[in-house]
């Protein structure tokens, strides 16, 4: 086993590769760049690294600066995380080139899954379905044959691209050549790489994606689904493991976990990696395309499984065995994890970062915590304002829905604006309570709810919030005894904490 690893990431996952690295006992460097001198993932790691200025371009994606790093510190082996480095072929090329083991896939896994046409192809020689479409780049005029056979409605997607970048649906002909030119240049902009291909639209589909992991011994096991439909602009804002669908119908769990196996093997994959799926209305599952790393969400597997999937990188990467089989692979309970942001829910999202001037965090019962905050901390300008991901463990999906209120309720952020209170009024939502969940459920969302309005004055509001909970306390007392006052609403809440301070 490794001795030292580097972690070239930060903020919570750097955070959380260093907790499972310390109770292997590897000693961990971490990089850092100079906005990051006093993040949490600095202070525990064993050892840190400055690697530039605050801009990633010039710190965090910085292979050179963090291979010597690694070198210099007698690091053996270099965990990407998610994000930055991770899914940078020839990041991963280069650590193997210079004796360093990448915790991860192979750079030829890596780069076939970057191309979402190579990944394609490779889906189909897997025997996976994907979406019918184009197997390789098209023209416009290609397009318009495309379409003259197969009709509309189309997703034009960039053959670089993933995260929504360079995608445009098109109904018609009319919109072709402009939705083409326009996709085309975004992709340009943004992957250097204007190629596009072509998808059939799927309307109101469902993302469920598959926990894989193989060994470098031709080991491979999926360890099932997580649900990520509920997104906002290619973000994912809410996920959980099992996904309604699937436990409603538990044969589709096995023919997508096999399906998903197929197309890793013909990448010859090994380490952790997710083969996302659409499935519409109809329940048919098509391959969309795999990511080649650890993925934000994770812990929601972790908590169902009872596996550590760091651990199983760390292991895998050092050239150990599966410690298990597919029939060893059991799912407990349910999982529900929130990304808890710095921003603005009611303001388009905005990023809000700021100075922590009190943090309160959620405990107890089947509360995991992965954060990177400490009261005080000022949160960057220049990086995700990803705070924490508060991951809540139930033994069904309704329990882990009520404990994730009940914690939401217990975390209390102030000096900045989070997406909290959002998440709360999500998570009562009738059609989330039902599992009804597709790709356009947060909009929907928006449509079928006002947003709650932020006070104005905190001192006022908490001086009036105080006299109307004592007013509300008499009357509950003297309307019902003993009835107490799980009722009150979040102004009292907030209000009533605000005065205990
Ligand atoms: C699609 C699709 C419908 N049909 N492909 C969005 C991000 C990128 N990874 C793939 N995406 C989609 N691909 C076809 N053929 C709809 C989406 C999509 C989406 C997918 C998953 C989660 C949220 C989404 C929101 C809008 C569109």
Known sequence: MFRKVLIANRGEIAVRIIRTLREMGIATVAVY?????????VRMADEAVAVGPAPS??????????????RERGAEAIHPGYGFLSENADFAAACEDGGLVFIGPSAASI???????AARRTAIAGGTPVVPGTESSVTLEEARAFTAVHGYPILLKAVAGGGGKGMRRVDRDAELESAFRNASSEAARSFRNAELYIERYVVRPRHIEIQLLGDRHGNM????????????????VIEECPSPLLTEYPEMREAM??????????AGYYNAGTVEFLVDPERRFYFLEMNTRLQVEHPVTELVTGLDLVRLQVEIAAGERLPFEQRDITWRGAAIEARIYA????????PFPGTLTRLDRPLGPGVRLDGCVYDGWTVPMEYDPLLAKLAIWGASREQARQRMIRALREYDVGGIRTNIGFFRQILEDEELR????????IEEFFERHQPPQPPADLAAVAALAASLHTA????????????????HSAWLESGRNEMLR
């Open 33 to 41: 760049s100079e906005a990051d001198r006093t993040s949490l993932h």
């Open 57 to 70: 371009s010039e710190s965090y994606l910085r292979t050179d600066r963090i291979l010597a790093a690694a």
């Open 111 to 117: 780069r076939m899954m970057g191309s979402k046409t």
């Open 221 to 236: 096991i999926h360890l099932g689904e997580r649900e990520c439909s509920l997104q906002r602009r290619h973000q994912k």
């Open 257 to 266: 976990g096999a399906a998903a196996i197929g197309a890793a093997r013909a």
């Open 343 to 350: 921003e603005d829910p009611y303001n388009d999202f905005l």
């Open 434 to 441: 039902a599992g009804r969940l597709h790709t356009g459920f």
């Open 472 to 487: 509300a306390r008499v009357g509950a007392r003297e309307a019902a005894p003993g009835a107490g006052n799980s009722r």
